[in-house]
């Protein structure tokens, strides 16, 4: 009897050691798993602004899996107003945002998170820093004689000398775009016309007939000239904006056989896929003095492999032809910053007032270059060109580098698109806006190619 009392009193004393080792167990478990779940509170250490319309901020590295980055001209950084990035490792430390209003405060907060059981874990958010945009640099009047010379001189010099870092110059347009004050070199006019009539002109450097608009801007003439015959392989367009500044445009035929290609291994990759860079590299004869004879060819070679890297072009060329993608419009205003081109990628337009913004800079004399999505009535399909100017009724004047159907355009089915009774009002402001109704709110899920449905969202505004 004794000994089953014994048996008892060595079984239950067994189970409560037993249960208070589980309990301490889950309770020592739940203390470390917090612990471990607990994610940091960021410090920043630096928040600058060493370029015009852009910011840097930098903070201290904190054990986590990423950062999320918030700026604002809001204080309480209200929704509107407010940007948004992430930095997806936890070894990033800095961030730069571009395209921001010069002279503004912008207020800055940043918070790390952790990935536990899929799930996000944030910790407390960084205090909240401030910095000015800064300005850029003013313009100084120009001067007489010899003075003048000096100066032109010396822009010259810091023109050429001075290239951005060859980072991307976005805007969210949560706000409107910031202002500008652009200096694109002058050139000499490709077409310099004289005996006006009509809207016609003779051109004095060559001869050809032109089709020539002048249009009245706020006491500013914006001159726009094109041969009236543009349906050849190549073809050249003058343009003079508000500031007097001459764009002469080099528009090419993609798909032409006849162009003497320097590096005719492309040819098949133009014919196939490139309206992108016949539309790059029209903007880039423009606006870069050393690149105004390059033909999209050498813009592949030349251009697209220093600044995008050549195993990233490489890499595009090596698929199948049918599977190569078009240069994105990501891409496109990545190399326009590397020359030095001031551009604005729109990506977001959702809340944007898109036909104005496009009208306003029509009006001026400046490009915006555009991707039609595959559902259009321009092309019927994914296709980007080059809003040139508007006519004298504020139509569009498209170049675009393939023939489109000829029902539609007649007789202007070529490379310099005008408005005609044929093709019912397709070069509208209000019809090419009208394909602009989707947007994307992070520019990193677009790639410098192409890359689906929407991996070519929006619109370049070039100033």
């Known amino acids: 009897m004794k000994e089953k009392i014994f048996n008892r009193k060595t079984i239950i004393s067994l189970i ?36 015009p319309h852009k910011l840097t901020v930098k903070w201290k ?47 800055v907060k940043v918070q ?42 010396s822009k010259s010099s810091v023109k050429k000398n001075n290239r951005v870092s060859g980072k991307l110059t976005v805007q969210s347009f949560n706000e409107p775009p910031a202002e500008t004050s652009p200096e694109i070199p002058a050139i000499t006019p490709v077409h310099a016309p004289v005996s006006t009539s009509g809207g016609r002109a003779t051109c004095k450097n060559c001869g050809t007939t032109l089709n020539y608009i002048e249009r009245s801007l706020s006491g500013s003439k914006v ?12 073809t050249t367009v003058s343009v003079t904006n508000k500031d007097g500044f001459t764009y002469n445009y080099n528009l090419y035929r993609q798909n032409s056989m006849t162009l003497d290609y320097k590096y005719p291994k492309y040819r098949s990759y133009l014919s ?69 081109v001031e551009n604005t990628y729109v990506y977001n337009c959702s809340s944007h007032d898109i036909k104005k913004e496009i009208r306003t800079h029509l009006e001026a004399g400046n490009p915006i270059i555009f991707t039609m999505p595959r559902t259009n009535n321009y092309s019927g399909g994914i296709h980007t060109m080059v809003m040139l100017g508007l006519d004298n009724k504020g139509r569009v004047i498209v170049g675009d580098s393939l023939k489109q159907s000829a029902s539609r355009w007649g007789s202007h089915n070529r490379l310099v698109k005008f408005d005609t009774k044929d093709n ?14 989707y947007s994307i709110e992070d520019i990193d899920n677009l790639g410098v190619f192409y890359s689906g449905p929407k991996g070519n969202i929006g619109y370049i505004l070039v100033n």
């Open 272 to 340: 196939a896929h490139g309206c992108s860079t016949c539309a790059l590299a029209a903007v880039l004869n423009a606006t870069v003095p050393s690149l105004k004879n390059y033909t999209p060819d050498m813009v592949i070679e030349k251009v697209e492999k220093k600044v995008l890297g050549s195993s990233v072009v490489n890499k595009n060329m090596s698929k199948a032809l049918a599977k190569q993608m078009p240069l994105g419009l990501k891409g496109m205003s990545r190399i326009l910053t590397y020359y030095g």
């Open 61 to 107: 590295k904190v054990r986590c899996r990423g950062y999320k980055i918030k700026i604002s001209t809001s204080k309480k950084f209200k929704k509107k107003k407010t940007v948004i990035k992430y930095a997806k490792k936890s070894s990033v430390t800095s961030k730069s945002f571009s395209g921001l209003k010069a002279g503004k405060t912008y207020y």
């Open 16 to 51: 409560s050691i037993i249960v208070f080792l589980v309990f301490f167990i889950i309770i020592a478990g739940s203390i470390s798993f917090a612990k471990i779940a607990k994610t940091k509170r960021v410090t920043i250490t630096k928040v600058t602004s060493t370029a």
């Open 223 to 234: 001159i726009f000239a094109a041969p009236e015959n543009t349906n050849k392989e190549t």
């Open 424 to 437: 019912s009002g397709v070069n509208t402001v209000e019809n090419i806006a009208s394909f602009f109704t």
């Open 112 to 153: 790390a998170y952790k990935i536990i059981h899929h799930r996000k874990r944030s910790g407390k958010w960084s205090k909240v820093r401030s910095v000015k945009v800064r300005r850029p640099a003013a313009v100084k009047k120009k001067t007489s004689g010899s003075a003048a010379k000096a100066s032109s001189k």
